[in-house]
């Protein structure tokens, strides 16, 4: 509609003393439609962020119905209550029409430092695989500053990023090429690119090896003994097994008959075995170019005890009926602890750190002093058979595992114990940490992988990749769970491009879940506190 211009009329048709009002047109126009808009939600509030103006200046909200309120922003509201959301454009020469009324449910009430006022916008017009995304808060609770907003490592299939810079350097490997360390990591044990068993098509490649294989710290963050001086440390990254690793054993053996089925591969868990008659196994492997042979299986339970009481055993093949016969006098390999991830201040041997371990049936981790000499320790006593850690379960799945420790005084002249977590499980060191053991000058260098030298596991593969770690706390998440106790354990990490205390700007992850998938963000605080209820990000 034509601008409307006012002014008054005087004359024989007009009564004395009272003007006409003529609107005429000058060319200009109101709003030529409501505003586009997406909104950001706390407990009391609703507000729109307008995406495309439509030739608006200023705008009004309202909830329900009636006149509504100037400005963009809905107060005054209940927590967790649906309320019909509408805006209006205005400038100069009018006023657009409402907007059609969506609805928002306000949020549940804040927990202590999160982050529940979140709300997005995909200034692409794309919420696919690589595109942006815009994550917005109202100020209620801000996210904070974050001292660089990309993160300072992360591994994407076959390329590195060091501080957002792309580090080219595995580009080129073929399927099976031994992995160097190309001046990424300060070193590397027998470590192969893989670029079939990746954890979903996107990825593109993975590490791999066999029995112990394991990489050092990044060299872009610090190396061995100067890792970049920072008070939070996080670090993530994804692994598999071939065969659970907490049950595999290794035995001389001789007087072997016809062939046992080892499966697709000689690395994967093949036929049903019995041992002795009477104790369930899986075969692995039968390495015969060593004399005499050795035989690699995956026992249902751990034994107890010494490994001795399986000298003089016949293993037979369930489905294949080979036999073999265990040496009476048989050397043997047990479980041991596998060193998962290592973090210290001084890789030399004088520096503060921990170890993150699966050793047996339960995680445990150990803590050092300046000196290296262990001031503590604790295990987890959570059995693998009770859940998570399932025996027949753990094999030839993806897990995550994740680190978190934050130097900070926690108010009581102490810091809070490092978080070690699988699957989103959180498992910590109980103890409160005394700080005369840091170098605050220095953060902490990570080595990870599977160091588990002595151990029976030469013949169990293991693949790992996706490394993402950061001298922040502070991080962006995508799950396809609508709350956080349950997207913990399955999320994506997004790549950090900008970040404010009201605006983060990162690249869409959408890793294992699929393109038309509805997903849900999550963002941790500088705490480290991410919202319960996921914010939904769909089309």
Known sequence: MPNDESWSLDGPLANPG??????????????????????????NSITAV??????????KVRVNSGSGVSGLTASGLDAETEYPFSVMGINADGASEWSTAVDVTTSAESMSGGTEALGWVAPEGSLAHGATLRVLTDGTNPFGAKSQAVEAFRVDGDTVYEDGVENTAYQGLSDGDEVTAAGVWV?????????????HARVGA???????????????????NNPRQSDRVYFSYQIKH??????????????????FDEGANSWGLGEAILIGGDKPARIIHIDDSASPSYVYFDLDDRMAGSGSQLQGETIVGQSSGATADILSASTYLTPSAHKYIRADQDGSGSGFGFIAALPLRQWWSAWDDENSDEIGRVADLYPITAGIYDV???????????????????????IAPPSFLIDGREWLITEALDP????????????????????????????????????SLQRVMLSDEPAWAEAKKNFELCSIASWSTSQIEVTINRGQFSDG?????YVADDNGDVNSSGVEVSV
């Open 242 to 259: 071939s065969a659970n690793i907490n049950t595999v054993y290794r035995y001389q053996v001789e007087n072997v008959s016809g062939v």
């Open 436 to 471: 005369q053991y840091l170098n605050t000058e220095k953060g902490l260098a990570v080595y990870h992988g599977v160091d588990a030298a002595g151990a029976a596991i030469d013949a169990v593969r293991s693949w790992y990749g996706e490394e993402y770690y950061d001298t």
């Open 50 to 59: 307008v995406t495309q103006a439509n030739g608006a200046t200023s705008y």
């Open 18 to 43: 009272v003007a006409i009002e003529v609107l005429v047109s000058t060319g200009g126009s109101r709003p030529s439609a409501p505003p586009d808009f997406t909104v950001v939600k706390s407990t």
């Open 517 to 521: 998938a509805t997903l849900y963000l």
């Open 206 to 224: 993975v590490f791999t090896g066999l029995g112990k294989t394991d990489i050092g710290q990044m060299v872009s963050v610090g190396g061995l």
């Open 392 to 414: 027949r379960g753990y094999e030839n799945t993806w897990h995550r595992l994740e680190f978190i420790f934050d130097f900070r005084d926690r108010g009581d002249g102490l």
């Open 187 to 199: 070193g590397v044990d027998n470590v192969y690119l893989d670029r079939a068993e990746t954890r």
